[in-house]
Nanobody, 127 residues
Framework: QVQLVESGGGLVQAGGSLRLSCAAS????????MGWFRQVPGKERDFVAAINWSGGRTEYADSMKGRFAISRDNAKNTVYLQMNMLEPEDTAVYYC????????????????????WGQGTQVTVSS
C-alpha cells in the first residue's frame, strides 16, 4: 500500500521560511518522480514544484522560482520543499504527489500526471 505522508506545515509570518517533508512508503522511490502542489478552498490544485528520480532536474511554477527549492533523499524515501520569503498568498494546503516515471516529461504540472497523493499539510502565512 502506497503512502505519502507530509509534515512540516504550520503558521509563519510573512518573510519567514518553512520546510515541508514527504515520506513515501510502499513504492520503489527511485522509480518515481515527485511533485508538490497546493490548494486553497474553492480553487483547483496548483503545481508548485517537481523533481525527477535523481534530483538532476527540477521544475517550478513561475511564482515560486527563487523562493522555493525541491529536493529529495532517495536513501530516506523523502522529498522536501524548502519555502523561503513566504507571502500570505502562499497560504494553502500543500500536497505531495508521486508519479510512476523516473523522468518528469513535459506534463509534470498536471495533477493527472501523478499516481499517488498525500493527505496534505496546511501552511498559513500571516501578514
Amino acid at each position: 500500500q502506497v503512502q505519502l505522508v507530509e509534515s512540516g506545515g504550520g503558521l509563519v509570518q510573512a518573510g519567514g521560511s518553512l520546510r515541508l517533508s514527504c515520506a513515501a512508503s510502499g513504492l520503489t522511490f527511485i522509480t518515481y518522480s515527485m511533485g508538490w502542489f497546493r490548494q486553497v478552498p474553492g480553487k483547483e490544485r496548483d503545481f508548485v514544484a517537481a523533481i525527477n528520480w535523481s534530483g538532476g532536474r527540477t521544475e517550478y511554477a513561475d511564482s515560486m522560482k527563487g523562493r522555493f527549492a525541491i529536493s529529495r533523499d532517495n536513501a530516506k524515501n523523502t522529498v522536501y520543499l524548502q519555502m523561503n520569503m513566504l507571502e500570505p498568498e502562499d497560504t494553502a494546503v500543500y500536497y505531495c504527489a508521486a508519479r510512476a516515471s523516473r523522468v518528469l516529461g513535459s506534463d509534470y504540472y498536471y495533477t493527472r500526471s501523478y499516481n499517488y497523493w498525500g493527505q496534505g499539510t496546511q501552511v498559513t502565512v500571516s501578514s
